[in-house]
């Protein structure tokens, strides 16, 4: 018979084992943004496909992977247990993304070929450096591997991110709704910072795979630098340029008090936590801490704009 406390560590695996929580992140921040951007939220539709997509994407690197890797890693040896079953609920996303992206499309299809020519230039570059990062075999440039160049890893996970909640939101709704969307500085900002906190994550997330990038010679900023120069010469400055570039759009617009430092809580806590990985660290505190902090500054930039 399985206990409570087994029913309930399976549930938290699965959650962030199988990517739900980044689902739900991305839907967090893409809610953040379009307010702290001052447009209308999005539909339901939208955002579905939102959290579908972040899961089926991110469940894709782990698919593939050969069965006899690294089992002493938890997370490796939950998806080598649970392989059919992920392979069968990524059949069902990709069905489910396929009819939902037909419906959303449906609605904004004549408008979609009516909108500005920014408007594409705004949509594409993103999901191209998405599939970049996975990598892509070409006639006349060869292979093409964003991830395997590990300084810059963390950078294309940060743009793509950024881009897919901060400008999709906005250029989505003003294509659905017919309303004109003319890039600003204070799109730029918010992008900027939402760029700077997302690679920050990515490169605290690369110390709990320093062993195994230092023996496949992945150069990424802890395996160059050292744990405590990337704490303090790397995450630390990149940490006040993200935050730097929300209090410069907050001056603009004249935000409330609260509103500033309800935003500023996300920065601090992700020095702190910067801070704490100078000692070991298990696979759910990166998981569920480090990736979290996503969802605390997409729940604390949303409450800011409501409330203040």
Known sequence: MVSPTQNRNSLIKTIFFGNYFYGICAVGLSIEASLQQEFPLNSI???????????????????????????????????????????????????????????????????????????????????????????????????????????????????????????????????????????????????IKNFMFVSVLCILFDIKDYATDANQQLKTFVVKTGLRKTIFYIIIPLSAIGLGSFLLYATVNQFHLFKILLNTIPFVLLIIVAYSLQRRRAITYYLAIIDGLMLVKGVCGSIAMIYF
């Open 45 to 191: 539709l939208y955002y579905f496909l939102v959290f579908m997509s972040s899961v089926f994407y991110y469940t894709v690197a782990y698919v593939g992977e050969p069965t006899g890797r690294d089992v002493t890693n938890t997370r490796e040896a939950w998806y080598i247990r649970n392989r059919e079953r992920i392979k069968q609920r990524q059949i069902i996303l990709a069905v489910l993304i396929i009819v939902s992206s037909v419906l959303f499309l449906n609605g904004i299809w004549e408008r979609l070929w009516q909108t500005p020519l920014i408007n594409w230039f705004l949509i594409f570059p993103f999901p191209a450096v998405a599939v970049m990062y996975y990598g892509i075999n070409t006639r006349h440039w060869g292979g093409i591997n964003l991830r395997k160049i590990g300084w810059l890893k963390p950078f294309v996970i940060g743009f793509t991110w950024a881009g897919f909640v901060t400008v999709f939101p906005v250029v989505f709704y003003s294509i659905e709704h017919g309303v004109d969307f003319v890039p600003e500085f204070k799109n730029v900002l918010l992008f």
